[in-house]
């Protein structure tokens, strides 16, 4: 059983960072939901900031290194242009779907929409991940600040769930190898 | 616990973190959009052949949320500055961002 590079590097990519980020996400959607002081005590809120802090940050920087390998690593073996008279598409990912009426969607709607939305996903997380941290302990009492956060992060999610279903979908039609 | 002494933190610098998070996505939307309405602003954005215009537009996407973010905090790291006004308007912007990146919209635009 042997890989390729480029099959590392998306496995890095998808499985590894992906999976990263997306288990974040839930530590940190729970942390933040029952981040409220009449559930915890004055200790327990310190303790509980702190761990929110790391998993939000965990968060923040698997996102960016999954959108930084996907964009500027995996995305151009992706989008490598065949030479001149190549009939067989397989290793050119981007070409052998548009070649393909019933696979082209793949690449039209799904990468397109990937390839931009995936890109909310650091920035949002970042922010989040950069309140949590700024504030502390002071959002367990700042339930409105809270809840704002805690709809960035879903939304962060959202952006990253659309991202990595369509990656997994896309490469499974047509891997990068 | 002493709620008032534990929200002694101005709201300004969580409303621009989350502020310039939406105006990054939103610019990376217009970038999505502009690109197939431009065909010179996609050429620009091409900062890398192997990546082509993705590259630019999230580069400068990224720029500009770090830009707005320094601006922001700076303007209110010390001010309380209505955190939910400035939140429902990060909503719209992030919105409007989701749009712009959706292909059936920008393909609306794109040269034949």
Known sequence: MSMTSQEWWALIHGMGLGAVYLLAFAGGLAGLYSFRPEWLTESGVAERARRLDWGVWVMAIAAWLTCITGTWIVYPWYRAKPPEGTTDLADFPRYFLLDNPNLAAWHTFAMEWKEHVAWFAPLIATAVAYVVWRYRGELAVRKQMRDALIVMFVLAFAAAAVAGLFGALITKAAPVA | ?112
């Open chain 2, 1 to 112: 616990m002493a709620t008032k002494s534990m929200t002694e933190t101005p709201d300004g610098p969580a409303a621009a973190a989350i502020l310039s998070s939406a105006i990054g996505c939103l610019v990376i939307g217009l970038m999505t959009t502009g690109a197939e309405i431009s065909a010179g602003l996609k050429a620009a954005l091409n900062v890398y052949d192997p990546v082509g215009p993705l590259g630019g537009k999230t580069l400068v996407g990224v720029i500009a949320w770090a830009i707005s973010w320094g601006v922001l905090h700076n303007m209110w790291k010390n001010q309380d500055v209505g955190f939910a006004r400035r939140f429902r308007l990060s909503l719209w912007l992030l919105a409007i961002g989701f749009v712009l990146t959706f292909p059936p919209f920008f393909e609306l635009f794109a040269a034949e």
